[in-house]
């Protein structure tokens, strides 16, 4: 395959894909959005359609964006500049996905995970042709109004690859930041600690969620652990948090905590269920 200037593979089409998707719209991509699941592809397409038209006045929306989004099930004849995953953060899902891209893309197409906490470089472990051309694109939530992007190098990311990362993202109108690819790479790795700490003083019976949200956020913290942890999904916190602590050897600082693991149990994952820590129905 060649690749097509300014045409973009976006793999997985939930809350993340369906983010990076419109923002490439936006300024001016062909997008791919690929997903096995016909119901989600649905609900990206409607969710992809509601953002760009709530985010614009009508005379500034470009009439031709909905020429510029396919939405399907395999990415068989799209031949893309840059290949973005957001599929679940898991190396059970990502491995094998690479693993085909890898073979299936020259070397003149980049590729990027939208991984939160797994190392970029495991994930080149399973590229064996060219994994110089892979790194991490890690986009916080919501896409469309979150500046800052870290831009992951793995152990065989090319300096290349990192010039082209930045550049796209800058394009995008977003601040990439270049972060090494350690465990949690910068924001996960900090933030550890500021959702660990609050669960083990609710659970310790020191302060009630509720009032842990009000501090937070009546010194300037835009959302507290609790809220924040609702929106981001207490199953994806509880995963990256795993992935930390697995990382580091198992550092107690990281330790996962057994009140989200209870939530998960239960279902109850947040804003996407109706229910976490707050409730949503």
Same mark, same amino acid.
């Given at each position: 395959?060649?690749?097509?200037?300014?045409?973009?593979?976006?793999?997985?089409?939930?809350?993340?894909?369906?983010?990076?998707?419109?923002?490439?719209?936006?300024?001016?991509?062909?997008?791919?959005?690929?997903?096995?699941?016909?119901?989600?592809?649905?609900?990206?397409?409607?969710?992809?359609?509601?953002?760009?038209?709530?985010?614009?006045?009508?005379?500034?929306?470009?009439?031709?964006?909905?020429?510029?989004?396919?939405?399907?099930?395999?990415?068989?004849?799209?031949?893309?500049?840059?290949?973005?995953?957001?599929?679940?953060?898991?190396?059970?899902?990502?491995?094998?996905?690479?693993?085909?891209?890898?073979?299936?893309?020259?070397?003149?197409?980049? +590729?990027?995970?939208?991984?939160?906490?797994? #190392? @970029? %470089? *495991?994930?080149?472990?399973?590229?064996?042709?060219?994994?110089? !051309?892979?790194?991490?694109?890690?986009?916080?939530?919501?896409?469309?109004?979150?500046?800052?992007?870290?831009?992951?190098?793995?152990?065989?990311?090319?300096?290349?690859?990192?010039?082209?990362?930045?550049?796209?993202?800058?394009?995008?109108?977003?601040?990439?930041?270049?972060?090494?690819?350690?465990?949690?790479?910068?924001?996960?790795?900090?933030?550890?600690?500021?959702?660990?700490?609050?669960?083990?003083?609710?659970?310790?019976?020191?302060?009630?969620?509720?009032?842990?949200?009000?501090?937070?956020?009546?010194?300037?913290?835009?959302?507290?652990?609790?809220?924040?942890?609702? +929106?981001?999904?207490?199953?994806?916190?509880? #995963? @990256? %948090? *795993?992935?930390?602590?697995?990382?580091?050897?198992?550092?107690? !600082?990281?330790?996962?905590?057994?009140?989200?693991?209870?939530?998960?149990?239960?279902?109850?994952?947040?804003?996407?269920?109706?229910?976490?820590?707050?409730?949503?129905?």
């Amino acid at each position: 395959m060649t690749a097509s200037s300014r045409q973009l593979m976006v793999i997985g089409a939930g809350t993340m894909g369906r983010g990076i998707s419109e923002v490439a719209l936006r300024h001016g991509w062909r997008v791919h959005l690929v997903d096995p699941d016909a119901a989600q592809r649905q609900s990206a397409q409607a969710s992809i359609e509601k953002g760009l038209t709530r985010a614009a006045s009508p005379e500034m929306l470009d009439p031709e964006w909905r020429r510029r989004l396919t939405v399907s099930a395999d990415w068989d004849g799209i031949e893309p500049s840059w290949v973005i995953e957001a599929v679940p953060e898991t190396m059970a899902l990502k491995g094998p996905l690479f693993t085909r891209l890898d073979q299936e893309f020259g070397p003149e197409v980049w +590729l990027a995970s939208n991984t939160s906490s797994i #190392a @970029v %470089t *495991e994930i080149q472990g399973v590229a064996r042709n060219f994994p110089e !051309r892979i790194g991490g694109l890690h986009f916080f939530n919501p896409v469309p109004r979150m500046a800052l992007v870290e831009v992951i190098a793995g152990m065989a990311t090319k300096a290349p690859y990192v010039a082209a990362a930045v550049e796209l993202i800058r394009e995008w109108d977003k601040e990439p930041v270049v972060a090494p690819d350690r465990p949690g790479f910068l924001v996960n790795r900090v933030a550890r600690p500021y959702y660990l700490e609050a669960l083990r003083m609710v659970d310790d019976g020191i302060v009630s969620l509720e009032t842990c949200d009000t501090i937070f956020e009546g010194v300037g913290f835009p959302m507290g652990p609790f809220r924040l942890m609702d +929106l981001v999904g207490i199953d994806v916190n509880f #995963a @990256v %948090t *795993e992935s930390v602590f697995t990382q580091t050897f198992y550092d107690a !600082r990281y330790r996962p905590h057994r009140l989200q693991q209870q939530k998960i149990r239960l279902g109850q994952l947040g804003r996407k269920s109706g229910r976490g820590f707050y409730r949503y129905d």
